[in-house]
């Protein structure tokens, strides 16, 4: 797929600002303005876990898989739980809810975040948190800048699938077998079409 660039650049210019306030030690606005008792939280590896291709990292002893994934922000309670944070980006009329069938993948995101930072050690909240950034359409002009209102929009995650998930993608990946094709994967379906276009 292309590269979404614009939402990359939201993604950046995010934790650029929430870095700010974690070197404060102090929590940003819209966890003040949302009732969230948190800060950002430091660590030595944040860096790495929020990097494209080595991310958080868990070895699966059962499977011999090891399970990645780069997030975005990590907060702190005072109890010393995390938070897991996405940030996500869009341009649409409204609110920005979690409510499409499509976001079910970012839930299962989030979900997996959590289950491999508690595979890490680290005692992770079910509470996890997106900041959404929505580009306003209802202005005058571009004039050189994109406005965007932010939502913080809490998610409580359920990680109980993961396990064995987790077991039956091993499971997959050792079968000689092929599995059959899914109603709705796009993945199946590019196949089925171009297996169509070569007959």
């Known amino acids: 797929m ?47 876990w929020r990097e494209n291709f080595k991310g958080l990292e868990y070895h699966h ?4 898989l090891i399970i990645t994934g780069a997030i975005d922000d990590v907060w702190v309670q005072p109890s010393g739980q995390l938070f897991i944070v ?14 499409d ?13 959590q289950w491999i930072m508690r595979n890490m050690g680290f005692d992770v909240s079910d509470t996890g948190y997106f900041v959404y950034a929505n580009a306003r359409k209802d202005l005058d002009g571009f004039n050189g800048t994109l406005c965007f209102d932010v939502q913080l929009l809490p998610y409580a995650g359920d990680s109980s699938w993961v396990e064995k998930a987790v077991r039956d993608a091993q499971l997959c990946l050792a079968s000689d077998q092929i599995p059959r ?14 297996k169509n276009l070569d007959n």
């Open 2 to 48: 292309p590269a979404f660039t614009l939402n990359s650049a939201v993604d950046v210019l995010l934790k650029k600002e929430f870095d700010i306030y974690r070197a404060k030690g102090e929590p940003h606005p819209i966890m003040r303005e949302n009732g969230v008792d948190a800060i950002p939280y430091s660590h030595p590896d944040l860096d790495i």
């Open 86 to 99: 996405d940030y996500k980006s869009t341009s649409k009329n409204g609110e920005v809810t979690l409510d």
């Open 61 to 64: 002893k059962e499977t011999n």
């Open 181 to 194: 094709c899914q109603d709705g994967c796009e993945y199946c379906n590019y196949q089925l079409l171009t």
């Open 101 to 113: 069938e499509w976001k079910e993948a970012y839930k299962r995101q989030m979900e997996i975040y």
